[in-house]
């Protein structure tokens, strides 16, 4: 079928009205003249579905009235965005256009599976996120008119998405004259994974038995993928190593049925959805492409267990970063009991722990409190109880409402310490803005202040958290660790963006960050070339990402995560894709370590945190 509408029955029935109208003049018409003429007189296009779906991601007939569009229900949505999906089971012979579509009800629908309709209303492109989220369209039929025709008839047999269906390369490259978006590209489905999901736009659809890649979420969503051997790790995963390899074979899951009408499984990476799974294929704002199970493969549980890490010899000194996920005495003991154990015994007690997002005393709750306190004492407290160290801590409090994060509940990092195996040098005078600086003689490097914020004046910083410096001693020799949590990647598009490549507007502030924190430690090794430095955190970037390569400018520092297997290099699951977030860096003076990165939260459904925590052990 050509890129412009067709000369279906249906529109050669709009053609005949147009020259009984006299709109054409007498003359024969295209389907496009037709379209216009129908358009001109007020009236309504009678379509099949692959008229309004046609060969791109949005519609030829975007905004204007259909009628007659007829196809068998196949799903039907009661909660959330309601509505029902139809699919006309006499396809055209063209793969780039779809034979599903959703109809938008807004309230609840009354028409059932296997009923046969006739449809009349509004073509409409949908944008899950809004039209500035950079999302792809969903396109549909609004304010419908719905006739049953018959009842009880067989659904269209489902479209098998596997492995050898779905092409390797991920989208292609947007039109640069449409502002790099590809809504207006012809779709390859042979060719881009993308265009492939997109030319199965609502239709029913059916995957096999598939590897989970993304742990059950609080919403009831899963994600898995139809591509087994897809970068594929031990533990069951899909590992992201680079832009430009984005994991096609994945495929988020959800069911039709409220969750409390038909309890969803809840999964683990590694685990598998066997048999069939099938049901209509969504576009929606978290995740895109949406397989919305009519009938959901069994879950089977394989045992993915929390992994441990070795615990730190007599003279190596462990160091760990963990993002504790908003913690505040408000959470239940539930949660600090589950961190403090995972300290003690999956992070084997480090020396000392970099934590990320530690709030104030009363959490989200804004009114001007700062100080956290109280949310360390119980953490430490639930550390001991646990079996852990009698662990002292250090931090700076930030100024209310400066460092994003969510409002009121002014998150920052803090250095937990074990006094029995190391020491914390204290240089008072830090505060929220005051800078920290490197003094001391050639080879022997130390800070001004202890601990200490990096240049946190810089607009790198503005509405963000500035990276705390301190400085430690562990057997005589001088550790200098910098906690950081850089800006988020709210705001960027997603990976399945109309714009291609994705536009990633969180890198330039990053960049920012991960320049100024490498211009510190230049001037730490500028002073002691063998200094013993970490940079540790939540990163919120890749490994290979121009942020880790700002850090690393110069040779100042080496991104840890690099020294393991590429399959083992993630401390996060977004969408069914494990990637790295967390990092620690080292400097040329920490010349022998082990890494870590422990993989306790991010594969699994029940959480205590989302980010995995790493850990480092060398001997200074």
Do not use: C
Not at 42 to 56: E, F, K, L, Y
Not at 79 to 101: C, H, K, L, M, V
Not at 266 to 293: C, S
Request: charged residues 20%; glycine residues 10%; without cysteine.
């Amino acid at each position: 079928m050509p890129s412009s509408i067709p000369r279906s029955a249906a529109v050669a029935a709009v053609v005949s009205a147009a020259l009984a109208a006299g709109l054409l003049g007498g003359t024969a018409a295209s389907a496009d003249e037709a379209v216009t003429a129908a358009t001109v007189a007020g009236a309504a296009v009678p379509a099949r579905i692959h008229d309004i779906q046609g060969t791109t991601r949005t519609s030829p007939l975007v905004g204007k009235q259909v009628t007659g569009v007829t196809g068998v229900v196949t799903g039907v949505r009661t909660y959330g965005s309601r509505g029902f999906w139809i699919q006309d089971p006499d396809a055209d012979d063209n793969p780039a256009t779809s034979e599903g579509i959703f109809v938008f009800t807004s309230s609840v629908p009354t028409v059932a599976v296997g009923d046969a309709v006739s449809v009349n209303g509004t073509v409409t492109e949908y944008v899950p996120g809004g039209l500035n989220s950079g999302n792809q369209s969903l396109t549909q039929i609004s304010k419908p008119v719905i006739k049953v025709v018959s009842k009880g008839n067989a659904v269209p047999a489902p479209v098998t998405i596997w492995s050898g269906s779905v092409p390797e390369a991920y989208a292609p490259a947007g039109d640069p004259a449409a502002g790099g978006s590809i809504n207006g590209l012809t779709l390859d489905p042979e060719t881009y994974a993308l265009d492939y999901y997109e030319s199965l736009e609502g239709m029913n659809v059916e995957i096999g038995s598939s590897r989970v890649v993304g742990a059950t979420d609080p919403y009831s969503e899963l994600w898995v993928t139809v591509k087994p051997f897809e970068n594929d790790n031990s533990r069951g995963g899909t590992v992201y190593g680079s832009y430009d390899a984005q994991n096609t074979g994945r495929l988020q899951i959800q069911q039709l049925a409220p969750i409390s009408q038909a309890p969803f499984p809840k999964a683990n990476v590694g685990d598998w959805l066997t048999g069939t799974t099938e049901g209509p294929l969504d576009f929606n704002q978290f995740g895109g492409y949406t397989l919305v199970a009519r009938t959901l493969g069994e879950h089977v549980d394989m045992g993915l267990e929390r992994e441990v890490t070795e615990r730190q010899h007599k003279n190596e000194l462990a160091v760990a970063t963990y993002n504790v996920e908003n913690l505040d005495p408000t959470d239940p003991q539930e949660k600090f009991d589950a961190l403090a154990k995972a300290v003690v015994e999956n992070l084997a007690s480090p020396d000392i722990v970099a934590l990320e997002e530690i709030q104030d005393d009363n959490g989200a709750k804004n009114d001007g409190t700062v100080t956290a306190g109280e949310t360390l004492k119980k953490f430490t407290a639930a550390i001991a109880a646990a079996g852990g160290p009698a662990y002292e801590w250090r931090s700076i409090d930030p100024q209310n409402g400066k460092d994003g994060g969510e409002p009121g509940g002014n998150i920052r990092q803090v250095f937990l310490f074990n006094p029995a195996r190391v020491s914390f040098v204290d240089r008072p005078g830090g505060d929220a803005t005051t800078p920290v600086a490197v003094t001391g003689t050639k080879g022997d490097a130390h800070l001004t202040l202890s601990p200490g914020r990096i240049d946190p004046a810089n607009t790198a910083w503005e509405n963000s958290r500035k990276p705390l410096a301190g400085e430690f001693r562990f057997r005589g020799r001088t550790v200098i660790v910098v906690a950081n949590h850089l800006t988020s990647k709210g705001g960027d598009e997603s990976i399945v963006s109309q714009h291609q490549p994705p536009n990633r507007s969180s890198d330039a502030k990053r960049l920012l960050q991960a320049q100024a924190v490498n211009a510190f430690v230049k001037d730490i090794e500028a002073v002691d070339k063998q200094a013993n430095v970490l940079v540790v955190g939540d990163m919120n970037d890749f490994e290979f990402s121009g942020t880790t390569q700002a850090m690393t400018d110069g040779g100042a520092l080496y991104p840890a995560m690099l020294s393991l297997p590429e399959s083992e290099r993630y401390s996060y699951v977004y969408q069914g894709n494990s990637q790295v977030l967390d990092q620690i860096l080292t400097s040329p003076g920490v010349h022998h370590f082990e890494y870590d990165s422990v993989h306790i939260n991010a594969e699994f459904a029940d959480q205590n945190s989302d980010h995995d925590p790493q850990v480092l052990r060398f001997r200074p």
